[in-house]
């Protein structure tokens, strides 16, 4: 099974992995955050988001979700992708979230594909519905 790490502003992650438990009814295995403060220094939190990395992934590499591309969770991300074995997608919220979690048994292809999908169709103008 593919881990999954969320490196997130402050406790949005923590926010999201809450939620997760509450629709699914227990806490995912192989699922951990890292919230980013203000304050934090991304080169000082490296070595803590890569022993978080080795804690949710068990040999079939992991999934990393941030939530802004370009912010500083995001930029810590980009330092522990490896093509193929660490990939990395950034937009997280909840929708992404469960579907990543629904698909990573499927391959990292087909993860990242059904994870990047799920939080773009999560994005529903509810009076169209």
């Known amino acids: 099974m593919i881990g ?8 949005l992650g923590e926010a999201l992995v809450q939620n997760t438990c509450h629709v ?19 080169l000082d939190l490296l070595p803590l988001a890569r022993q978080m990395l080795d804690l949710v992934d068990n ?6 979700l941030t939530d802004v591309f370009g912010a500083t969770p995001s930029n810590l991300a980009l330092k522990l992708l490896e093509p193929g074995r660490v990939e990395g997608l950034a937009g997280v919220n909840l929708p992404m979230l469960l579907r990543a979690l629904t698909y990573r048994d499927k391959g990292m292809e087909v993860l990242l594909q059904r994870t990047r999908d799920g939080g773009r169709d999560g994005v529903i103008n509810m009076l169209d519905h």
């Open 24 to 42: 699914l009814n227990k806490r995912p295995a192989q699922l951990n955050q890292l919230g980013v403060a203000a304050q934090d220094d991304p």
């Open 4 to 11: 999954i790490l969320l490196i997130t502003h402050g406790s």
């Open 59 to 64: 040999g079939q590499g992991a999934l990393v």
